[in-house]
């Protein structure tokens, strides 16, 4: 009997790329697979996109597992190379960098590279995390088109801070100066992060980078509720492993930290943080058992955690299947309950979880 598994459900994925493409029609679509693809198998998702035009991870680690896999698409370095040494496996690999700084843009300068590597200069503005200053745009396009070690092809790049927020009108200026900037040079433009695709048409571009809602996960601030018909792919399941009664004012768990009021069964689950559920999901975190929903109480511990089944509940049994996350009971939901956001959940899933992966 598996314990803690995540069923992978790959359907669900090719739904939600054609959803990115329904969004972003006139785009190309460069899938972010970083972290793992984000918890759910870096190769096993990346076989299973073959409709996108390009993967992106953040690190050479990540595009080398890639090829390792098989895998043959372009492949965007999103933090580009950290060292000169690695540009010769850059071009080997058909790996695509990022320029974001002026120490990569003189290593690629002095290298001496065979073939022109595939170059995306990013531009910040406004994000403040990578990216060149929109001033210094004119010396780095004109120098990564004088050396012979970048392609002619010099891709155009911005990231958003705010994107997840319709409200918030800093999206609209960093797209107002990233126009302004590149509106006349003939090169691909991209833009727009997952929250980018879905709440703003205009920053689409000849290219998007969605990560989160490929995963069927809406990456909107308040996203319970909406869903942009995005299908999640991951449903994170254990089993009940004991039933136990509990008299009432009886403290339970490490700490004692809880105690009903009243007499009660708990519904002791396998699962805990050291499969990579939050420590810090609240009392009350819902669970489904059955197709009900049951709340969690006491600690969540390495490997357990308690659920309150209530005293009158007669069908739970050891063995029943327990959903943490998935279709039925949203991640953003249990990100919301243990005060972080669904992308950390996902990417912290631990190797003691095993995978299913479902066509
Ligand atoms: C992670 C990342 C993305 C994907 O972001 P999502 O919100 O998951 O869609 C896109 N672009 C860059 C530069 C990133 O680091």
Redesign the pocket.
């Given at each position: 009997m598996r314990l803690a598994t995540a069923e992978i459900n790959l359907t669900a994925l090719a739904h939600n790329l054609a959803q990115v493409k329904r969004f972003a029609p006139n785009s190309k679509v460069m899938a972010?697979l970083?972290a793992n693809a984000y918890g759910h198998g870096l190769v096993k998702i990346a076989q299973h996109l073959n409709d996108a035009d390009a993967f992106a991870v953040?690190r050479i680690d990540e595009a080398l597992a890639l090829r390792a896999g098989g895998l043959t698409k372009p492949i965007v370095l999103?933090e580009g190379f950290f060292n000169k040494d690695d540009l010769p496996i850059l071009l080997a690999n058909n790996f695509q960098t990022i320029i974001h700084d002026e120490y990569q843009l003189a290593a690629l300068e002095e290298a001496e590279l065979e073939a022109p590597l595939l170059c995306w200069l990013k531009v910040n503005t406004g994000m403040h995390r990578l990216g060149i200053a929109p001033e210094q745009f004119d010396e780095f396009y004109k120098r990564l088109q004088k050396t012979p070690n970048a392609n002619n092809t010099v891709n155009l790049m911005t990231?958003f801070a705010c994107a997840d927020d319709v409200n918030n009108t800093k999206t609209v200026q960093q797209i107002s100066q990233f126009d302004c900037l590149v509106n006349n040079i003939n090169q691909a433009h991209c833009l727009s992060?997952?929250?980018g695709i879905i709440a703003w048409p205009n920053a689409h571009g000849d290219w998007v980078?969605?990560?989160?809602?490929l995963y069927g996960v809406s990456?909107m601030a308040n996203a319970l509720g909406e869903q942009h018909q995005l299908k999640p792919v991951m449903r994170l399941t254990t089993r009940v492993i004991a039933v136990r009664h509990v008299p009432a004012n009886e403290a339970v768990g490490y700490g004692g930290r809880w105690k009903s009021d009243k007499a009660t069964q708990l519904a002791v689950v396998a699962m805990g943080y050291g499969d990579g559920y939050p420590r810090h999901a609240k009392e009350g975190t819902p669970v489904v058992i059955g197709k009900q929903r049951y709340g969690i109480v006491g600690s969540v511990a390495m490997d357990m955690i308690s659920v309150d089944i209530g005293q009158n509940e007669h069908n739970i049994k050891v063995g029943d299947r327990v959903t943490m996350w998935g279709p039925e009971l949203p991640v953003e939901e249990i990100a919301q309950c243990a005060d972080t956001i669904p992308?950390e959940l996902l990417c912290n899933i631990t190797p003691r979880v095993s995978y299913e992966y479902q066509p």
């Amino acid at each position: 009997m598996r314990l803690a598994t995540a069923e992978i459900n790959l359907t669900a994925l090719a739904h939600n790329l054609a959803q990115v493409k329904r969004f972003a029609p006139n785009s190309k679509v460069m899938a972010v697979l970083k972290a793992n693809a984000y918890g759910h198998g870096l190769v096993k998702i990346a076989q299973h996109l073959n409709d996108a035009d390009a993967f992106a991870v953040a690190r050479i680690d990540e595009a080398l597992a890639l090829r390792a896999g098989g895998l043959t698409k372009p492949i965007v370095l999103l933090e580009g190379f950290f060292n000169k040494d690695d540009l010769p496996i850059l071009l080997a690999n058909n790996f695509q960098t990022i320029i974001h700084d002026e120490y990569q843009l003189a290593a690629l300068e002095e290298a001496e590279l065979e073939a022109p590597l595939l170059c995306w200069l990013k531009v910040n503005t406004g994000m403040h995390r990578l990216g060149i200053a929109p001033e210094q745009f004119d010396e780095f396009y004109k120098r990564l088109q004088k050396t012979p070690n970048a392609n002619n092809t010099v891709n155009l790049m911005t990231h958003f801070a705010c994107a997840d927020d319709v409200n918030n009108t800093k999206t609209v200026q960093q797209i107002s100066q990233f126009d302004c900037l590149v509106n006349n040079i003939n090169q691909a433009h991209c833009l727009s992060n997952s929250a980018g695709i879905i709440a703003w048409p205009n920053a689409h571009g000849d290219w998007v980078r969605p990560g989160l809602m490929l995963y069927g996960v809406s990456p909107m601030a308040n996203a319970l509720g909406e869903q942009h018909q995005l299908k999640p792919v991951m449903r994170l399941t254990t089993r009940v492993i004991a039933v136990r009664h509990v008299p009432a004012n009886e403290a339970v768990g490490y700490g004692g930290r809880w105690k009903s009021d009243k007499a009660t069964q708990l519904a002791v689950v396998a699962m805990g943080y050291g499969d990579g559920y939050p420590r810090h999901a609240k009392e009350g975190t819902p669970v489904v058992i059955g197709k009900q929903r049951y709340g969690i109480v006491g600690s969540v511990a390495m490997d357990m955690i308690s659920v309150d089944i209530g005293q009158n509940e007669h069908n739970i049994k050891v063995g029943d299947r327990v959903t943490m996350w998935g279709p039925e009971l949203p991640v953003e939901e249990i990100a919301q309950c243990a005060d972080t956001i669904p992308y950390e959940l996902l990417c912290n899933i631990t190797p003691r979880v095993s995978y299913e992966y479902q066509p």
